[in-house]
């Protein structure tokens, strides 16, 4: 009867081994099958293995704004995410908005451009001096946005990018000027690391209409007859204020607006004066 225990057990013991090696030479064979057909690649592989000890995602825009992920539940969240990256030959035009290093021992670090908001179209959004990749926006969604420690002004983009056209549909108004108007942003520190490239290929195609007349400064900003320069003055939530200069290369004058953007009831008042409003 004993005997007849220990053999049954022996059996058992041998029927899981079996199921647990038929379980991995299954996970194995869907793996390869996911390269096989492109959804997913190897070139990872070294953040699965729990080599990467940190990983460093700096804004280019403000290089002051950085951050440093050493919690590992999300380093493998990043892994799945790059794992599944789509290889591809052509890389996005558009600027990096950051640069992803990944920091393996032994001081070997592997360096990333990440433009983000793009999914599946324009190009590589991530791409490193050899390989290009089409990347999920789940990293500005899940990985970057939970590293914000910035209340960013609800529907930032269309109150930042709505109050320069509208200021400058004012200006033009007021002035009643036909020359070109080159916008430059890159005085406006303290909001730099909210723009995005995919967000400032929209406001180019703003500045085209016929009744702007205005361009994103490229370059010298001396070349353009009538400068606009933006500076925010202060944000969070429900707040927007800026200081939008214009300075007349030809004449050598200098006007400014005032910017007062509130959110309540449900949606935003935007407000250009001339006049320096109160409180402001």
């Known amino acids: 009867m004993i005997k007849l225990k220990k053999f049954f057990r022996f059996k058992a013991m041998i029927i899981t081994c079996i199921l647990i090696s038929t379980l991995f030479s299954g996970c194995n064979t869907l793996e390869n099958t996911k390269v096989k057909l492109g959804v997913k690649n190897t070139d ?26 050493t919690d590992k539940n999300v380093i493998n969240e ?18 990096p908005d950051y640069i992803f290093e990944m920091h393996e021992a032994h001081d070997k670090v592997h360096k990333f451009n990440y433009v983000a908001g793009l999914d599946k179209k324009s190009g590589g959004n991530l791409y490193s001096d050899d390989k290009i990749y089409i990347v999920s ?35 033009i108004k007021d002035t009643g000027t036909t020359k070109k108007i080159g916008v430059n942003l890159d005085e406006d520190r303290e909001i730099a690391k909210f723009i ?9 195609n703003k ?40 300075y007349n290369r030809e004449e050598k004058n200098t006007e400014e607006y005032y910017v007062v953007a509130n959110y309540e009831n449900r949606s935003w008042h935007l407000n250009v004066t001339k006049d320096k409003p109160n409180n402001f």
């Open 78 to 95: 990043l892994y799945d995410i790059l794992s599944s990256a789509k290889e591809v030959k052509e890389k996005s035009t558009l600027q």
């Open 196 to 204: 995005l490239s995919t967000d400032l290929e929209d406001f180019k």
């Open 44 to 69: 990872f592989e070294y953040i699965k293995q729990n080599k990467v000890q940190k990983i460093v995602i700096q804004n280019t825009r403000d290089q002051g704004y950085r951050f440093v992920v």
């Open 137 to 171: 926006k789940r990293i500005d969604n899940d990985i970057i946005k939970s590293f914000w420690n910035i209340r960013i002004p609800k529907d930032f983009t269309d109150i930042y990018y709505g109050s320069l056209i509208k200021t400058l549909n004012s200006y």
């Open 207 to 246: 500045l085209n209409d016929k009744n702007i007349n205005g361009e994103l400064v490229k370059g010298n900003p001396t070349e353009y007859d009538v400068l606009m320069t933006v500076k925010t003055q202060g944000y969070n939530r429900l707040l927007y204020k800026s200081i939008i200069t214009f």
